[in-house]
């Protein structure tokens, strides 16, 4: 079973694979596939994903 990781296209099975999901329209769907925490890491900074996302924070 060969699954290519969503940042580099390496087999991620060969490695410590991490998988992302997202509900959409009320069921799970995987989005991507990684070989590791560094390709999804990367994936996230390459495609300014972590922009205008953050959870709310209170700081009183």
Same mark, same amino acid.
């Given at each position: 079973?060969?699954?290519?990781?969503?940042?580099?296209?390496?087999?991620?099975?060969?490695? +410590?694979?991490?998988?992302?999901? +997202?509900?959409?329209?009320?069921?799970?769907?995987?989005? %991507?596939?990684?070989?590791?925490?560094?390709?999804?890491?990367?994936?996230?900074?390459?495609?300014?994903? +972590?922009? %205008?996302?953050?959870?709310?924070?209170?700081?009183?």
């Amino acid at each position: 079973m060969s699954e290519g990781c969503t940042y580099c296209g390496t087999d991620v099975h060969v490695h +410590e694979p991490v998988f992302v999901e +997202e509900e959409q329209s009320g069921e799970r769907t995987t989005i %991507g596939k990684f070989c590791n925490y560094a390709c999804l890491a990367q994936y996230i900074e390459e495609n300014e994903l +972590e922009t %205008g996302a953050c959870c709310q924070l209170d700081l009183s």
